[in-house]
């Protein structure tokens, strides 16, 4: 089993910044790619920003420009630094992580956090 920890949820005015962090552990697995999804009330889960092992990203469009994720693989951390936060950025945040173990490949997710961008 690998287990996600996350942190650095919180409430913060439009324009405003705040920075997110998932560490992960477990024994006998490599983690491959990391990720952020995201999920406001009433809608579906979407992909936030996504970070391979050798450090390849991928952005929502909706972020581009202003979300920067990154990761440390020595500490097994994805961060996902968030600047110039909007109200419909609010959603709760969700980090993903595909760890593979001999030949599979496994999907681990964090317990969420909570980010709220007042106006």
């Known amino acids: 089993q690998v287990q996600l920890v996350e942190s650095g949820g919180g409430l913060v005015q439009a324009g405003g910044s705040l920075r997110l962090s998932c560490a992960a552990s477990?024994?006998?697995?490599?983690?491959?790619?990391m990720g952020w999804y995201r999920q406001a009330p009433g809608e579906q889960r979407e992909l936030v920003a996504a970070i391979t092992s050798g450090g390849s990203t991928n952005y929502a469009d909706s972020v581009k420009g202003r979300f920067t994720i990154s990761r440390d693989n020595a500490k097994n951390t994805v961060y996902l630094q968030m600047n110039s936060l909007k109200p419909e950025d609010t959603a709760v945040y969700y980090c993903?992580?595909?760890?593979?173990?001999?030949?599979?490949?496994?999907?681990?997710w964090g317990q969420g956090t909570q980010v709220t961008v007042s106006s």
């Open positions: 477990g024994s006998n697995f490599k983690i491959n790619a």
């Open positions: 993903d992580c595909k760890a593979r173990r001999g030949i599979y490949e496994y999907d681990y």
